[in-house]
């Protein structure tokens, strides 16, 4: 199993080495490694407990923000592979490596009273000053009931957003600002030189 790891490590180390992720942190051998390790051995965690480093949690009814690393997409790869009792391929891994460049990337928590609340918020980018659009957004039309269905909140959505990282400094603090209906406003501040 390890000699499979090891591999695996060794014929991504030339991808990874050149290409840029999400944050502009390359993920060397040793962090491909570590990444999986982490996952692996927090299987048994849920996604909030797991990602609990990446993540910031305005409480229950309120909303959550994760910044989808490109070590912490080997880090969920990782756990759900353990879970079938498998390894990452390289495939996969390719695949999330593929899908972080470029970008900032912030899967959100996010709750309300309609059932099509989710599509009314929209989300920028707070960077020195400026406030930078998403490149890509899924947000899903309906949102689902939430455990203390029918009193409030009613309803929760799970929606991803995607910036472009080409103007944004990987060391420097960061706001995702969601604004929602009637002037509601949710703010998470990450400092990307404190995120692996």
């Given at each position: 199993m390890r000699l499979t790891i090891l591999?695996?490590?060794s014929l991504l180390s030339v991808f990874l080495?050149?290409?840029?992720?999400?944050?502009?942190?390359?993920?060397?051998?040793?962090?491909?490694?570590?990444a999986?390790?982490?996952?692996?051995?927090r299987r048994e965690l849920s996604h909030p407990e797991l990602m609990k480093d990446w993540r910031i949690d305005l409480g229950y009814g309120v909303g959550s923000a994760t910044i989808i690393t490109p070590f912490a997409g080997i880090v969920i790869l990782a756990k759900e592979s353990a879970l079938k009792l498998m390894e990452p391929s390289e495939y996969e891994i390719r695949k999330s490596m593929e899908e972080k460049k470029d970008q900032l990337s912030?899967?959100?928590?996010?709750?309300?009273?309609?059932?099509?609340f989710a599509d009314k918020y929209k989300a920028v980018l707070e960077?020195?000053?400026?406030?930078?659009?998403?490149?890509?957004?899924?947000?899903?039309?309906?949102?689902?009931?939430?455990?203390?269905?029918?009193?409030s909140p009613r309803y929760w959505a799970l929606c991803f957003y995607r910036f472009s990282v080409g103007p944004v400094d990987p060391q420097a603090a960061v706001t995702?600002?969601?604004?929602?209906p009637e002037g509601k406003e949710l703010k998470f501040p990450f400092d990307l030189s404190k995120v692996r």
């Open positions: 591999a695996l490590i080495t050149i290409q840029a992720e999400g944050i502009q942190l390359e993920l060397k051998e040793k962090d491909l490694r570590d999986i390790e982490y996952g692996r051995a912030f899967g959100c928590a996010i709750y309300g009273e309609t059932i099509d960077y020195k000053g400026q406030k930078l659009e998403p490149s890509n957004q899924d947000v899903p039309s309906t949102a689902d009931y939430t455990r203390t269905y029918p009193k995702l600002i969601l604004k929602g």
